[in-house]
């Protein structure tokens, strides 16, 4: 049986906000991580942070602000993977039934220990649910293909269907983990 959803979209299309959607349905049975933008006061986007779902831990992944390493338009910090995401994706696989990524963009496919972690996750046996970016790369085409994955594209016109549908496959998944008849 499949375990793992991933759902990918461009920028705004919708997937955090699914995301989180789901990820408030299971609190209690989740881990992982969640990426938030970050908007100024006039609602433009300024930057990205991440918080462990299990302990609330926070930390700034990219802002325009001057400093840390340039990825596009943003500085990234590289040590919010290590003080946040990867510790947070330990967890879950250790002690969580549901393991939540919230996003393997671009910016954390750069670091060797996140997608090592995202390939322990989907391993694990456990329920996966992530969302990534919609733009090709090899380790994100590589795991879209995998005939072990239930994958998603999602926009603006589809979102609600596609929550709706994943909302469904994902309480089946649930209490066939638990033993449950559904």
């Given amino acids: ?15 955090t906000t699914l995301f989180r959607r789901l990820v408030e349905h299971h609190r209690g049975h989740i881990g992982g991580v969640i990426t938030e933008e970050m908007v100024n006061d ?14 609330g831990a926070e930390a700034v992944l990219a802002t325009k602000e001057p400093g840390g390493m340039r990825f596009g338009e943003y500085q990234i910090d590289p040590t ?26 671009l910016m954390q496919l750069e670091s060797e220990m996140f997608k090592s972690l995202v390939l322990q996750a989907m391993k694990s046996g456990k329920i996966v649910l992530a969302t990534m970016h919609a733009r090709q790369h090899v380790f994100t085409d590589k795991l879209r293909e995998s005939g072990d994955v239930l994958y998603f594209s999602i ?15 994902f309480i089946r998944m649930i209490h066939s983990q638990n033993g449950d008849q559904a």
């Fill in 1 to 15: 049986m499949r375990r793992t959803i991933l759902i990918s979209g461009e920028p705004h299309s919708g997937k």
């Fill in 42 to 55: 006039a609602g433009a986007r300024v930057g990205f942070k991440v918080r462990a779902l299990d302990t």
């Fill in 80 to 105: 919010a993977l290590i003080r946040v995401v990867n510790p947070a994706i330990k967890r879950a696989i250790e002690y969580h039934s549901l393991i939540c990524i919230d996003e393997i963009g």
């Fill in 155 to 169: 926009d603006s016109a589809n979102r609600d269907e596609v929550l709706e549908m994943i909302e469904s496959m």
